[in-house]
């Protein structure tokens, strides 16, 4: 896509941070509150501009590394998004806590780098400074030097670590237990977790700071975690690559759905603004699913009722993104379209008929498109020509708009040029082709015993094309290898 407009970094980080609330189970405030009681706790410690900065920054992003891991906690404790919420907010009884302390670490840690490295990816991406990079990259560390990944103690972790994780508990444990609890837990973990100066501080001013904050407006005029480097602009598909990195066999889905809706878009001749809007709203439509535990999206079965509740609301939870990121509200809005049908036989709203914008109805047919047209746990890919039928009968039946199938369908299968698979080509010719052929597997969950059966390689030869990538793209995971590959365009194929 050549002509989509940029978006603030403020915007992306605020896209990113309600991502992550869902992923970690929390309410979608609780990144910007934390910001903001850590951006007090930084001005009253003392912490000079580029470090209050820092920690604001943070305090948005320190969860962008989560969907990376999702996977990893989904197979570890069951539920990826409520196990962490009961983490987060130290229940006795947590999944966790039964194991030993050697258990602990050798499942935590590797969930750990993989979270650390995405997030200080992702600061990158979006342009912010050294501090608030390397911040991020340490986010688990601990001042005694028992956190995670690499063990690091006291001076050795940027100052934001440890405001940001006080402030951080502050929000969830006052939330949960009370003042008097979260004032009790935080004095435990004071001078393991953090400095015992910091969390006295925060501690002494918490009575004061929360009710100060329980009474600001849901969206001040002047936002308060604003910084210069947020003020610049960025590209939406990074939101996209963040999303989709909860479920491995999601690589590239939302990129695909944007440009299979813009390639709709010039088709019907809607103009460069409709065209716009529709994109950027097709990379967001998948914010919701983040509140969705692994486990359900990867049933292949039919699922429960409770289940298929939780994947009604997906919608609701992107709309509620564009009520609380004014920057992206007319985006997230037709976003959260994205399931709704014009017979009204569609999800959150049950909407039909006129109640569905143009971009609304481009959206739908764009995400089922592609839907169709990618492998799922409980299926395998459509052909083109299967899912143009599916496609049509749905129109033929009222739930599609029949114009915007055939400009839809037209624009793959008549017109190659407009079909992302197509489109995209590296940015960089970084990695060999057989390099960026073994990333796509990998990207995609395949494994290397996987990857060298599927493309008739050694196991030992996968295994030194992966190094090799790894080296080039100067990360150590795979999650991390992802986003930037698809970044550089080497995923779109």
């Not at 258990?103 to 990816?121: M, Y």
């Not at 598909?237 to 440009?259: C, F, N, Q």
């Not at 073994?438 to 190094?467: F, M, Q, Y």
Request: proline share 4%; charged share 25%.
């Amino acid at each position: 896509m050549q002509d989509v407009s940029a978006i603030r970094v403020l915007d992306a980080a605020k896209a990113l941070a309600f991502i992550g609330d869902l992923s970690m189970g929390q309410p979608t405030d609780h990144s910007p509150r934390t910001g903001w009681l850590a951006a007090r706790l930084a001005a009253e410690a003392g912490l000079d501009d580029a470090q209050c900065d820092a920690v604001k920054e943070v305090s948005l992003l320190r969860w962008s590394g989560c969907t990376a891991n999702a996977a990893g906690f989904s197979d570890w404790l069951g539920d990826d998004v409520g196990a962490r919420a009961a983490m987060l907010a130290m229940r006795p009884n947590w999944s966790g806590r039964e194991e030993s302390p050697a258990q602990f670490g050798a499942a935590i840690t590797p969930l750990a780098q993989i979270h650390c490295e995405v997030s200080g990816e992702v600061a990158h991406m979006l342009g912010l400074a050294d501090t608030t990079q390397e911040a991020l990259r340490r986010i688990f560390e601990s001042w005694d030097g028992g956190g995670f990944p690499d063990q690091r103690a006291g001076r050795d972790v940027p100052a934001a670590v440890f405001i940001v994780a006080v402030a951080g508990d502050l929000e969830i444990l006052s939330r949960v237990y009370g003042l008097e609890g979260a004032q009790a837990l935080i004095a435990q973990k004071a001078g393991r977790q953090y400095p015992k100066e910091i969390a006295q501080l925060a501690c002494a001013r918490a009575a004061t700071w929360l009710k100060e904050l329980d009474a600001l407006p849901a969206q001040p005029h002047d936002d308060p975690l604003s910084t210069q480097a947020l003020q610049l602009v960025s590209r939406p598909e990074i939101v996209a690559d963040v999303i989709d990195l909860k479920l491995p066999w999601m690589t590239g889905y939302s990129r695909r759905v944007a440009e299979t809706a813009a390639a709709c878009c010039a088709r019907l001749g809607t103009g460069d603004e409709v065209r716009r809007t529709t994109y950027t709203a097709a990379l967001l439509h998948g914010m919701g699913r983040m509140a969705v535990p692994n486990t359900i999206w990867n049933t292949a079965g039919e699922l429960t009722r409770a289940a298929w509740e939780k994947v009604r609301l997906v919608p609701y939870w992107t709309a509620r993104a564009g009520q609380q990121i004014e920057g992206l509200a007319r985006e997230s809005e037709i976003a959260s379209f994205a399931y709704e049908r014009l017979d009204g036989s569609g999800y959150f709203r049950n909407s039909a008929g006129a109640a569905i914008g143009r971009e609304a109805r481009i959206l739908a047919v764009a995400a089922a498109w592609t839907a169709l047209r990618s492998d799922r746990p409980w299926r395998a890919a459509f052909s083109a020509e299967r899912a143009a039928a599916l496609l049509d009968e749905a129109a033929q039946t009222g739930r599609f708009d029949a114009e915007v199938v055939k400009a839809t369908v037209g624009a793959e299968l008549d017109e190659p040029a407009g079909s992302i698979d197509r489109a995209r080509s590296p940015k960089s010719g970084l990695l060999s082709p057989r390099e960026a052929e073994v990333l796509k597997h990998i990207s995609l969950g395949a494994s290397n015993k996987e990857v060298a059966r599927i493309l008739d390689l050694s196991p030992s030869t996968v295994r030194t094309h992966v190094e090799s990538v790894f080296r080039k793209l100067e990360c150590s995971t795979r999650a991390a290898a992802t986003l930037k590959a698809s970044a550089l365009g080497y995923l779109g194929a």
